[in-house]
């Protein structure tokens, strides 16, 4: 019914935590003035393009049976 715990065969599995390594990775660079220029302007122009896409498509997207009927009339349809 119950097992046995058993011990861990591999001793450093179950002690790896002990065992930190002495090798520092290297410190991250830190971007140029022109990197971040350039991903400033990425994220300018794609957010730009998004509020252009939405208002330009907002006008059609209010198509409705109201605004359709409101534009010139020709003279014909006064019935003169």
Do not use: C, K, Y
Not at 19 to 30: C, G, H, K, W, Y
Not at 40 to 51: C, D, H, M, P, S
Not at 52 to 67: C, H, I, K, R, T
């Amino acid at each position: 019914m119950f097992r046995r715990r058993e011990a861990v065969p591999f001793a450093f599995v179950a002690e790896a935590d002990r065992f930190r390594s002495n090798v520092t990775p290297p410190a991250r660079q830190r971007p140029s003035i022109s990197e971040v220029t350039g991903r400033t302007l990425i994220g300018l122009t794609v957010v730009a393009g998004l509020v252009g896409s939405l208002l330009f498509g907002l006008p059609a997207m209010e198509a409705g049976p109201a605004s359709t009927g409101h534009g010139q009339q020709s003279e014909a349809s006064h019935g003169r």
